[in-house]
Each structure stands twice: as C-alpha cells, then as structure tokens.
C-alpha cells in the first residue's frame, strides 16, 4: 500500500565535483555539463526529478555563477524550482548534503538526493520514490547488482532477511568471494534527520564525510532502511 504521508518533492542534486579523471577529454569543461548521448550528464537526474513530479531542487555547486549554475537556470528556471548552494572544498557528498541543509529543512518532505553522474531513464527515480511509499522504513536506497571483483570501489548492502539494510560497507578493503552483490548507488531518500548525522559523522580515510557512515549511524539508532535494486546505470567514469 501506498504511503502517502511520505511526502517526496525535493530533490538535492550534488554537483560540485570537478571530474579531475576525465580532464584528459573534458579540459575544463564541469564535470555536470559532460556531454553524454548529446545532452549535459546533470539533464539526465534534473529530467528525472521532473519526471517524478520533484518540484523543489536544491543544486550544491562548487561556485557561485558557474558554468553549471547558468546552464541549469537557462534550461530549467520555468520548470523547477531551484535554489543553488556552493561546497567550495570537495569534503564528500555527506558535506554536500549538509550544505542544502537550510534549503531542505523548511519543508515538511523527505529528500531525494542524487549525484549527477548517471545517464538514467527519466522514470528511475519515479521508481524508487513509489517503492518509498510503499514501505514503513524512514530510508529507501538505489541499488544495483555488481560483480565482487568491483567491491572494492562500491558501497556493499547487507540486508537482513527482510530486505531491510543492516549495514552498508565502503569501499571494502577485504577481497569479496561472490559472483555478484548488492552495493548502493548515491541515489538515496532521506528523513530530514540525516542532517544532523552526517554533520556529527567522523570524515573517512580519504577525508571526506561519507552518507552511508551516517546512514549506518541512522540504522544503529534505530532507524529503518530499505534497498530497491535497480537496473544498473553507467557513471562519468565508465564512459
């Protein structure tokens, strides 16, 4: 049944990374406004929060009256409502997310966060908001199936007998024996109270604040998590 007290109609769209693995094609151009399949790599997440009836769309940027900023707002400011905020120093998506915590704080809906890096079918995220009102769980994470041998560069899913999330594992250092896994994408739905848990999270090796540690500190607390596995999405870096 569907729940249609959880509210989703705003959308956090992290677009602050640089793309410094694809500078040898890109040059200087951001990584959001990479071209895939004849259209800027962000089109396809803004085109799909559209889709899902997402109305509100906060966009971290890594300046103010960027390239992706004047793009976005020429392409969509009669479409969506926008508002942009900056993450000057790339600090981890947690940081990012804590960034668009003034924008996301004032209304009474969950947040759908979402990186710009997948090439995405217009309805992907119509999916997993429906599969978040269909459930009880305060969190409902994008997953996909990948091959062991990718684990170590992937967020690995473990699930309790009944689908829901009992820890998500970053970037494993461990060798992983199965054919296949279940790891996360940066596609999550989120309560508002995850704000306060990735401000409080500890940054991680690489130095940056990581939403799954605060995902996991969320789940300790008693929080619920559910995964939906998608059908796996190409990023900026297999292009």
Not at 33 to 54: C, M, N, R
Not at 140 to 147: G, H, Q, Y
Request: glycine share 6%; net charge positive; hydrophobic share 40%.
């Amino acid at each position: 049944m569907r729940n249609s007290k959880k509210n989703v109609d705003h959308g956090v769209v992290l677009a602050s990374g640089r793309g410094s693995r694809l500078k040898h094609i890109s040059g200087k151009l951001p990584k959001p406004l990479f071209p895939v399949k004849g259209k800027p790599i962000i089109d396809y997440a803004l085109l799909a929060l559209e889709s899902a009836s997402v109305s509100r769309v906060t966009i971290v940027v890594s300046s103010r009256n960027n390239p992706v900023e004047n793009y976005v707002i020429g392409r969509y400011r009669n479409r969506l409502e926008l508002e942009f905020v900056v993450q000057k120093r790339a600090s981890g998506p947690g940081n990012a997310l804590l960034k668009a915590r003034n924008s996301t704080s004032v209304h009474e809906s969950d947040i759908l966060v979402v990186a710009c890096d997948y090439q995405m079918p217009s309805d992907y995220l119509l999916d997993l908001i429906r599969f978040h009102q269909s459930h009880t769980a305060n969190i409902s994470l994008s997953c996909r199936e990948i091959l062991g041998t990718d684990a170590h560069r992937s967020s690995l899913v473990v699930l309790d007998s009944f689908g829901g999330v009992v820890n998500i594992d970053e970037k494993p250092s461990q060798q992983i024996d199965s054919k296949t896994i279940i790891a996360s994408s940066l596609i999550y739905i989120l309560p508002k109270a995850i704000h306060e848990y990735v401000r409080t999270t500890e940054p991680s090796k690489r130095e940056e604040i990581e939403i799954p540690a605060a995902i996991n500190r969320m789940v300790i607390d008693g929080y619920k998590a559910k995964a939906l596995v998608q059908n796996a999405l190409p990023d900026w870096q297999k292009l």
